[in-house]
């Protein structure tokens, strides 16, 4: 599985945006760029994925390099219920590819 | 989203014992569960694969006979933790996967959080 890495933490103040970057140089063509995250005691939340283009629903938007070797997932308006574990994974859209999950950023939103 | 529950969301029992944990998918069917397990501070690792109607594949370091996957179903998939010890405590999370023609997604669920005293 081709690796992502991003910041250990982050910290945003509420109601301002957050920018939370992974970086991905080994990413093949066929990977798709997914982000989950996961509240304290719970299992991971879906948030968005991408292939090429920029991508954007209700939760956040996902802007993709032209070169797709990096990401960001954009957070508009961080609320404290933002806070939480951020996952950025790649996976093959092949079959029998899983989620191979890695440390995260742990995102924290003060008041 | 597609919703996938699992039950019990919370167990705790005592060194010696099984413990059974159920993952089911709500509203899909699901030909192939996963199953990962969490320590304090950490991420998620894959424990096994589960196929429905065939054995699990097991990740390396994983005990295929203490940790007994069951995928009976297209919607349900359990996992038993044989003879429970103090370090089989964990956060057990399932997940269960759709597929189509142009993709496979993939959800998860609440989490189970085994304490073995």
């Known amino acids: 599985d081709a690796k992502t890495t991003q910041p250990n933490s982050m910290e945003s103040n509420e109601e301002e945006p957050v920018h939370l970057p992974c970086n991905h140089s080994?990413?093949?063509?066929?990977?798709?760029i997914h982000w989950y995250r996961q509240l304290p005691s719970q299992g991971p939340e879906y948030v968005i994925h991408?292939?090429?283009s920029n991508v954007n629903n209700r939760m956040a938007s996902l802007a993709i390099a032209e070169d797709r070797k990096s990401s960001t997932l954009i957070l508009h308006r961080a609320t404290l219920r933002d806070a939480a574990v951020y996952y950025c994974i790649l996976r093959d859209r092949g079959y029998g590819q899983n989620f191979v999950f890695g440390p995260g950023t742990r995102l924290s939103v003060l008041p | 989203g597609a919703v996938v529950s699992q039950h019990p969301s919370r167990v705790i029992c005592k060194s010696g014992t099984s413990v059974k944990i159920e993952c089911r998918s709500l509203d899909f069917q699901a030909t192939t569960m996963f199953w990962y397990r969490q320590f304090p501070k950490q991420s998620l690792m894959l424990m096994a694969t589960?196929?429905?109607?065939?054995?699990?594949?097991?990740e390396q370091g994983v005990e295929k006979d203490k940790f007994l996957i069951n995928h009976a179903s297209l919607t349900l998939s359990t996992l038993t933790v044989t003879s429970a010890h103090p370090e089989d405590s964990s956060f057990y999370i399932c997940s269960a996967r759709i597929s189509s023609e142009s993709y496979n997604e993939q959800f998860f669920g609440p989490g189970t959080r085994l304490t073995v005293l």
């Open positions: 991408g292939l090429t």
């Open positions: 589960s196929n429905e109607g065939s054995k699990a594949t097991y």
């Open positions: 080994t990413i093949s063509g066929t990977d798709y």
